[in-house]
T-cell receptor
Framework: AQSVTQPDIHITVSEGASLELRCNYSYGATPYLFWYVQSPGQGLQLLLKYFSGDTLVQGIKGFEAEFKRSQSSFNLRKPSVHWSDAAEYFCAVGAKAAGNKLTFGGGTRVLVKP | DAGVIQSPRHEVTEMGQEVTLRCKPISGHNSLFWYRQTMMRGLELLIYFNNNVPIDDSGMPEDRFSAKMPNASFSTLKIQPSEPRDSAVYFC????????????FGPGTRLTVL
């Protein structure tokens, strides 16, 4: 079965600084990887997804993520953080063998300092 | 497109009462998911349906929980009797159905059981 680990529970970053959120997955074959964002009081919204091809994936709101098979990682990055990026971020993995299910990581809460 | 619709948005009830949460998926989506989110346990998949049929209910905590999907545009999650430990945010999500497709989340129902 697949699993997802987000090592950082909380991250605090200054507005304008860069942000990197870590995600490690465990799965025997090529996974399908997602990053979601959850703003306070709202549901989850997809930022980006990776299935195949170019390992650097661009998403909405200026986010990007890089798939590194050798490290079993799919880290999320943003070059310059805005105050509105304060939210919780979830990495998720899907797999053909799992049908339509996604396995979510525990989430990383991002706080943005002015 | 209205997105995934959930009702009620907030529910406060007393221990022992029956609670029914409702979800209307996005039209044309054939997979529907119920999740529960708490601080302690994070985001948990309770059950998912494909073409109105329950495929995996291994996440349903106990017999007090039941879910139905009588047609493609409506699903319910029922808790009877409710307990304080059921207090959480319950999300419904829908997906076009293929395993590599994103899930679209509703705004959630915040349930408080006193």
């Amino acid at each position: 079965a697949q699993s997802v680990t987000q090592p950082d529970i909380h991250i605090t970053v200054s507005e304008g600084a860069s942000l990197e959120l870590r995600c490690n997955y465990s799965y025997g074959a090529t996974p399908y990887l997602f990053w979601y964002v959850q703003s306070p009081g709202q549901g989850l919204q997809l930022l980006l997804k990776y299935f195949s091809g170019d390992t650097l994936v661009q998403g909405i709101k200026g986010f990007e993520a890089e798939f590194k098979r050798s490290q079993s990682s799919f880290n999320l990055r943003k070059p310059s953080v805005h105050w509105s990026d304060a939210a919780e971020y979830f990495c998720a993995v899907g797999a053909k063998a799992a049908g339509n299910k996604l396995t979510f990581g525990g989430g990383t809460r991002v706080l943005v300092k002015p | 497109d209205a997105g995934v619709i959930q009702s009620p948005r907030h529910e406060v009830t007393e221990m022992g009462q029956e609670v029914t949460l409702r979800c209307k998926p996005i039209s044309g989506h054939n997979s529907l998911f119920w999740y529960r989110q708490t601080m302690m346990r994070g985001l948990e998949l309770l059950i998912y349906f494909n073409n109105n049929v329950p495929i995996d209910d291994s996440g349903m905590p106990e017999d007090r929980f039941s879910a139905k999907m009588p047609n493609a545009s409506f699903s319910t999650l029922k808790i009877q009797p409710s307990e304080p430990r059921d207090s959480a945010v319950y999300f419904c999500a829908s997906s076009p159905g293929d395993y590599y497709n994103e899930q679209f989340f509703g705004p959630g129902t915040r349930l408080t059981v006193l």
